[in-house]
Nanobody
Framework: VQLQACGGGSVQSGGSLRLSCAAS????????MAWHRQAPGKERELVAA???????NYADSVKGRFTISRDNARRTMYLDMNSLKPEDTAVYYC???????WGQGTLVTVSS
């Protein structure tokens, strides 16, 4: 199982970013997936989840601003982040709970 996350960067408050996580080594479309994040000095937390059936779940702090999606043909999951806030600053990780597999993390920095 290999997960390659990318798309992080530095943006100003109100900006947007798209994170991607390319997967290989397992039956991608059969698994649910999620994005987690860990801010400095804080616990890792769930940001968004997407089941294999297409059901989504979001942390209250990102509802209406973030969208999780998948492209099974490309074996890639995405996190579209809009209206970013400084409190969204964190390292973001893709995760496949059914395989207990984590991506390497990508840093998102939002400045005010």
């Amino acid at each position: 199982v290999q997960l390659q996350a990318c798309g992080g960067g530095s943006v100003q408050s109100g900006g947007s970013l798209r994170l991607s996580c390319a997967a290989s080594g397992f039956f991608f479309s059969g698994y649910g997936m999620a994005w987690h994040r860990q801010a400095p000095g804080k616990e890792r937390e769930l940001v968004a989840a997407l089941t294999s059936e297409g059901v989504t779940n979001y942390a209250d702090s990102v509802k209406g601003r973030f969208t999780i999606s998948r492209d099974n043909a490309r074996r890639t999951m995405y996190l579209d982040m809009n209206s970013l806030k400084p409190e969204d600053t964190a390292v973001y990780y893709c995760y496949f709970p059914g395989r207990r597999a984590w991506g390497q993390g990508t840093l998102v920095t939002v400045s005010s």
